[in-house]
């Protein structure tokens, strides 16, 4: 079965300095993986996805992953954070039956002023 | 123009009715889901259904069912609702192969059961 583990349930990094979330993804056939951003009383958005193409991925906003099949993983960074980053980030894994989505617990980052 | 609607936005409501949230997606999309947030935030699965098949998560209890007039809707009813039915539903669609294409997300309804 495909998971996702985001090894950091909260993070906390002053305006300007890097972002790092991390996610480790456990899969039997090569995945799909996504990251979504949840905004406080907001619903989902896609931050990026990885398909199987380019194993450097950029998306939304300056954020960046890249794919690490020897680690299996897909961590997801910003060079610079903005105080507009502070939310909720899902780290996503695509299932090989049922056209559906399995997402990882969350990582709350919290940007400081 | 919202893509992925849902309504309504905030639901309270006592222990025991029986409610429905509706979702409409008007991107053309073949699939749409239904997602439960905990307090957690943690995200589970419900329901995946397309007009050709409805996926069940089997840990959903079956006070929860998932009803689709039409290709672009998926409301969720839920009967005699419980306490720990409290949470945020989310309706999503996808086109194709959601592999390749990901979600689309509706803004979530807050249900609170008291």
């Known amino acids: 079965a495909q998971s996702v583990t985001q090894l950091d349930s909260h993070v906390s990094v002053s305006e300007g300095t890097p972002v790092l979330l991390r996610c480790n993804y456990s899969s039997s056939y090569s995945p799909s993986l996504f990251w979504y951003v949840q905004h406080p009383n907001k619903g989902l958005q896609l931050l990026l996805k990885y398909t199987s193409a380019a194993t450097l991925v950029k998306g939304i906003n300056g954020f960046e992953a890249e794919f690490k099949k020897s680690e299996t993983s897909f961590h997801l960074t910003k060079p610079s954070a903005h105080m507009s980053d502070a939310a909720e980030y899902f780290c996503?894994?695509?299932?090989?039956?049922?056209?559906?989505?399995?997402f990882g617990g969350g990582t709350r980052l919290m940007v400081k002023p | 123009d919202t893509a992925v609607s849902q309504t309504p936005k905030y639901l309270v409501t006592q222990m025991g009715n029986d409610k429905s949230i509706k979702c409409e997606q008007n991107l053309g999309h073949d699939t749409m889901y239904w997602y439960k947030q905990d307090s957690k935030k943690f995200l589970k699965i419900m329901f995946s259904y397309n007009n050709k098949e409805l996926i069940i998560n089997e840990t959903v209890p079956n006070r929860f069912s998932p009803k689709s007039p039409d290709k672009a809707h998926l409301n969720l009813h839920i009967n005699s609702l419980e306490l720990g039915d409290s949470a945020v539903y989310f309706c999503?669609?996808?086109?194709?192969?959601?592999?390749?294409?990901?979600?689309?997300f509706g803004s979530g309804t807050r249900l609170t059961v008291v």
């Open positions: 996503v894994v695509s299932r090989n039956a049922g056209n559906m989505l399995t």
């Open positions: 999503a669609s996808s086109r194709g192969q959601v592999e390749t294409y990901g979600y689309t």
